[in-house]
């Protein structure tokens, strides 16, 4: 009788946290971070490399669909460096 009131509460606690979850996104107040699959015909972005510079400023390196952009990230702002079509990196450590 003791393990199934402490499952019922696991249950209460796990079921108030999905509600509280559910209630905070619907009023805008949270997000959740979970990577939805590229659809067909959108553009998909990734992140190729990023170089830190500093503390507070930093070069990404980043495809987006068939382009690769330089962006360089500070403190002001960020700016688009360099643009050009999408390029393919060799892996680290294999001579070509």
């Known amino acids: 009788m003791e393990w199934t009131e402490q ?3 696991v249950m209460v606690v796990l079921g ?7 209630l905070l996104k619907r ?7 979970f990577r ?3 659809r067909p015909g959108q ?4 992140v190729i490399d990023r170089l830190a510079l500093g503390p ?11 382009r690769t952009l330089l962006v360089g990230l500070s403190p002001q702002g960020c700016s688009l460096l360099e643009s050009g079509p999408s390029v393919t990196l060799p892996a ?5």
Do not use: F, I, N, Y
């Open 36 to 38: 939805r699959p590229a």
């Open 56 to 66: 507070q400023h930093s070069l990404h390196l980043v495809r987006l669909a068939d």
């Open 92 to 96: 680290a450590g294999l001579e070509s």
């Open 16 to 22: 108030l946290l999905c509600g509280s979850l559910w």
């Open 43 to 46: 553009p998909r972005l990734e």
């Open 27 to 33: 009023k805008g107040w949270a997000r959740t971070s």
């Open 7 to 9: 499952l019922l509460a």
